[in-house]
């Protein structure tokens, strides 16, 4: 079992920048992905930003390019670099982790983008 705990966001205006941190309860090193998903009012979850163990990275299409997902094993750490953020980027962003085929959830942080 692991306890995800999401920081970073906040109000930002467009164009801005924030970096989500979700701090894990234990090691990660063991774990299989961590991920980024956010969930606007209205609309359903979506999925961000993906890492595996190896540090292979994906990203959503409207993230590309801007967002960047990285994981510091020795802080049990797992980081969302948000750049250039837009006022659809609004949303609670969620962290995730894959151990052993069960999937634990932050509580998410919110983050607000202005125009």
């Known amino acids: 079992q692991v306890q995800l705990v999401e920081s970073g966001g906040g109000l930002v205006q467009a164009g801005g920048s924030l970096r989500l941190s979700c701090a894990a309860s234990r090691s990660i090193d063991s774990f299989n992905t961590m991920t980024w998903s956010r969930q606007a009012p209205g609309k359903q979850r979506e999925l961000v930003a993906i890492?595996?163990?190896?540090?292979?990275?994906n990203y959503g299409d409207s993230v590309k390019g801007r967002f960047t997902i990285s994981r510091d094993n020795a802080k049990n750490t797992l980081y969302l670099e948000m750049d250039n953020l837009k006022p659809e980027d609004t949303a609670a962003y969620y962290c995730a982790a894959t151990i052993s085929g069960r999937r634990y959830w932050g509580q998410g942080t919110q983050v607000t983008v202005s125009s």
């Open positions: 890492i595996t163990s190896d540090g292979t990275t």
